[in-house]
C-alpha cells in the first residue's frame, strides 16, 4: 500500500508543477521534452549500473515495450493538447482519468482478477466521482467524440503496459523497462520539437525537470505497487486518490473553489476509496 500512496503523492505533484508552470512556459512542448530527459536522467540513475542493455532473459521484451511505451507517452499528451484546444479542459481531463477503465478491464479479462462484490461497487463509483468532479454546465459541448475516445485509450494504455510487464516482464529488469520508456518519449518529444521549430526557454526547462522527476516516480511506485495489490484495487484508487489530493492543494493554495457538484463527488470518492481497500 505504502507504493500506492507515493504514486498518488508523485502524481499530485506533477499536477501542482503544472498548474504553477501556467503563464511561465511558452513551449509546451519543449517543457514535455525536458520532463521525459529528467525521467531518463532519473532512471537512469536508479538503475545503479552503467550497463543499459544488460545481457539478462526478457531484455528484448523491455526494449521493445519501452519502445511502444514511450510513444503511448507521447500520444497521449498529444491527443490531450489537440482535445484541449477544441473542447475546452473539464472534457479531455474528464475521458483522460475515465482511461483507468482500460487496465482495469486488461486485469479482469486478460489476467483474471475478479473483485469482490464491495470492490466492484467501489470502482462504479470511482467512475462516477470522475465525471462529477470533472464535469461542468459552462464547458462548450463536445467537437467530437473520436479524439475524447482516443484520449482516454491511450492514457489508460499506458498504465495497461504497465501491468503487461509486471505480469510478463523480468523484475530484474523493471527499471531499465522505465528507462527505455521514458528515453524513447524524449527522443519522440525531441524530434517533435526540433520539427516545430521550438525554441527552448529556461521556464521551460525548469518546469520541464520539476515535473519530470515526480513524473518518473509516479510511473516506479504504481509499477512496484502492481506487485503487492491487484490492478482492479491499484488504478481506481490511484486515480480517485489523486483526483482528492489535487482538490485540496486546489482549494488551499490556489483559492480554487468547489461547486455543490464536486462537493458530492468528494464524498463518493472517501467511500469508494473505503470500498476499494476492503
Known sequence: ???????????????????????????????????????????????????????????????????????????????????????????????????????????????GEIPTLLQAIGFAGAVLAILLIRGGDGERRSAGSGGLIALMLAGGSVDALGKFYEEWGNPALKNHYLFYVFFCAFVYAAILCVLKRERVTRWDALFGVLVGVPNYLCSRFLLLSLSDLPAVVVYPTFSVGTIVLVTLIGMLAFREKLVRRQVVAMGIILASLALLNM
Open 1 to 111: 500500500m505504502i507504493y500506492l500512496l507515493l504514486a498518488i503523492a508523485s502524481s499530485t505533484m506533477v499536477s501542482v508543477f503544472s498548474r504553477l508552470s501556467s503563464g511561465r512556459v511558452k513551449n509546451r512542448g519543449v517543457m514535455v521534452a525536458f520532463n521525459y530527459l529528467a525521467c531518463s536522467v532519473t532512471g537512469f540513475a536508479l538503475m545503479r549500473t552503467l550497463d543499459v542493455f544488460p545481457a539478462q532473459p526478457g531484455l528484448s521484451s523491455a526494449l521493445l515495450m519501452g519502445i511502444v511505451g514511450g510513444g503511448m507517452y507521447l500520444t497521449g499528451f498529444l491527443l490531450l493538447q489537440w482535445n484541449i484546444a477544441r473542447n475546452g479542459v473539464v472534457l479531455p481531463a474528464t475521458f483522460q482519468k475515465l482511461g483507468v477503465l482500460v487496465p482495469t478491464a486488461c486485469a479482469l479479462l486478460i489476467f
